[in-house]
C-alpha cells in the first residue's frame, strides 16, 4: 500500500468514527425545545402567584385603611365627647356621604368620603353609641382578594 493511500484512508476512517449515528441527531434541538417548554410553564407560574400576591396585598392594605379610618373616626369622636356619648354620631351603615354642617356632620361625611376614596366607591360606615361605649362599622367590596367576598366587614368597638 503507498503512503498517500494510507493516510487517506486514515482520515476516511478518523472522519466516520467522530461522525454522530444518524439515528442520534436532532436530540439536541428536541432537548432545548422540552426545556424552553418546560421554562415557559414555569415562567407563566411564578407570573400567575405573583398576579394573586399582588391582589392579596391589595386586600390587606384595604382591610389596614378600614382599621386607621375606624380610629380616625373615634378619635374625632373623642374630640367632641358630649355629642358622642349623647348618640349624635350614630347613624345606620350608610354608603351616602351625611350632610355637613355641624361639627358632628362635618366629621361623619369627611369619614364616609374618606373610606370612598381609599376603599372604592361603595365603602360603607356606620356608627353606633350607647353613652360611651361606640362600635364602628366599614364595609367595602374585596371581590379582588383570594376568597374574597363582595361585602367585607369590620368592627370595632371602643370606650369614648
Known sequence: MSMTHCRAHSRAR???TFAAPRSVRGVGMVEVLVSVLVLAIGLLGVAA???TALRNSQSALERSQGVVYTYSIFDAMRANQVAARAGTYNMPLTCAPPGGGTIVGDDQNNWIQSLQRDLGPT????INCNADLCTIT???DDSRGTGGSVTQSFTSTARI
Not at 365603602?123 to 356606620?126: I, V
Open 49 to 51: 402567584m405573583q398576579a
Open 138 to 140: 366599614v364595609q367595602w
Open 123 to 126: 365603602a360603607c360606615g356606620g
Open 14 to 16: 478518523s472522519r466516520r
